[in-house]
């Protein structure tokens, strides 16, 4: 199976910071990697799809970048809105489609 | 509007069994392959299980092969995960989540708010 590691598994920031996230795949997924925001006692919210695009919807603040094992997830301007945890999740292969385990964006 | 909303959740006895149900709504369910994702307290999420539209293939995550069965009503815009020999590792919020493969990826394009499932003595 691919595992998906991500980085940092946490962070601090203030608003209007520029924010990066980090995913790693053990193997090359190709652009098959989306990005879930989950914000605790709501659904996850589908941000970016393969890789780099928006998903309807989503502020353009967001945006996805990385191709075959690496990939990041950048937020220009952190807003108030924005704190929450970052899923990174691979569908290259068949079932299992694995999540990365998460990197909690919070408030510095 | 697309909603997905999961029922059937509560607290169980180790070994015991559960039934969660899902019902859609603001789209053709019987298009859309569904899948089922859970969160243990304190940790991310867990793909757990995955059937296509027609019921015609089912996947499941290795934690939960033997012991979980998905399977759906499309006349009924529904999605069933019957949980049997209940362990206190699947302690978690379930969420029913859409599969799409219309976007050159196969991701989760909408979720349900999650349904509680606790396991203890």
């Known amino acids: 199976d691919i595992q998906m590691t991500q980085s940092p598994s946490s962070l601090s920031a203030s608003v209007g910071d520029r924010v990066t996230i980090t995913c790693r795949a053990s193997q090359s997924i190709s652009s098959y990697l989306n990005w879930y925001q989950h914000k605790p006692g709501k659904a996850p919210k589908l941000l970016i799809y393969?890789?780099?695009s928006l998903q309807s919807g989503v502020p353009s603040r967001f945006s996805g970048s990385g191709s075959g094992t690496d990939f990041t997830l950048t937020i220009s301007s952190l807003q108030p809105e924005d704190f929450a945890i970052y899923y990174c999740?691979?569908?290259?292969?068949?079932?299992?489609?694995?999540f990365g385990p998460g990197t909690k964006v919070d408030i510095k | 509007e697309v909603q997905l909303v999961e029922s059937g959740g509560g607290l169980v006895q180790p070994g015991g069994s559960l039934r969660l149900s899902c019902a859609a709504s603001?789209?053709?369910?019987?298009?859309?392959?569904m899948n089922w994702v859970r969160q243990a307290p304190g940790k991310g999420l867990e793909w757990v299980s995955y059937i296509s539209n027609r019921g015609s293939t089912i996947h499941y995550a290795d934690s939960v092969k033997g012991r979980f069965t998905i399977s759906r009503d499309n006349a009924k815009n529904s999605l069933y995960l019957q949980m049997n020999g209940l362990r206190a590792e699947d302690t978690a919020v379930y969420y029913c989540?859409?599969?799409?493969?219309?976007?050159?990826?196969?991701?989760?394009?909408?979720w349900g708010q999650g349904a509680l499932v606790t396991v203890s003595s």
């Open positions: 603001g789209f053709t369910f019987s298009y859309y392959e």
């Open positions: 989540a859409r599969g799409s493969t219309a976007m050159a990826t196969y991701c989760f394009d909408y």
């Open positions: 999740q691979q569908s290259y292969s068949t079932p299992p489609f694995t």
């Open positions: 393969a890789a780099s």
